[in-house]
Structure formats: C-alpha cells, structure tokens
C-alpha cells in the first residue's frame, strides 16, 4: 500500500537527525496562513555549523540549492519541512 494514501493533506516531514526546539503549532499556522504549497524551515547559518545553502530574504526563499553557493546564502535548512 502506498503511504501516501494513509497521509493527511497537510503533515510535516522532519530529518531523522535533528531535534527541533520549535512550537510545531505556530509553524503548522504560519503554513496555513501563507496559503502556499509547501515549507521549508531555515536557520540563520553563515556556514557556521554546515555550508549554508538557502538565500532567504524578506521572508522568502529565494534559492536552496547543494551545489550552487553565492554570498547571499546566509541560511541553511533546518530539518523540517
């Protein structure tokens, strides 16, 4: 069976690693209020713990990308989505 079907239509999906200290109910009332289809969590990085990989600016994210690297990627993803 696929477990898509068992899925509701809005879940989160977190990193098998990490631990985060977040109020799950106001990032699931964020998402909802944004009307968007997804979300990706970020955290304010400057290559301090792991590469910084997201350029996220005015609220928005504006690049993620593993490979491509350019100043303005202060950011990285932080495990939940």
């Known amino acids: 069976m ?6 509701p239509d809005a879940f989160f999906v ?18 909802h ?3 968007e289809p997804a979300l990706m969590t970020v955290f304010a990085n400057a290559d301090v713990w792991d ?12 690049l993620y990308s593993k490979r491509e690297k350019l100043p303005e990627m202060r950011y990285i993803d932080y ?3």
């Open 51 to 62: 590469t910084s990989n997201v350029w996220f600016e005015h609220g928005r994210i504006r």
């Open 2 to 7: 696929k477990a898509s079907a068992l899925l």
């Open 33 to 35: 209020e944004a009307s």
């Open 14 to 31: 977190l990193y098998g690693d990490s631990y985060l200290p977040v109020d799950y109910q106001a990032v699931a009332a964020a998402f």
């Open 79 to 81: 495990g939940l989505l």
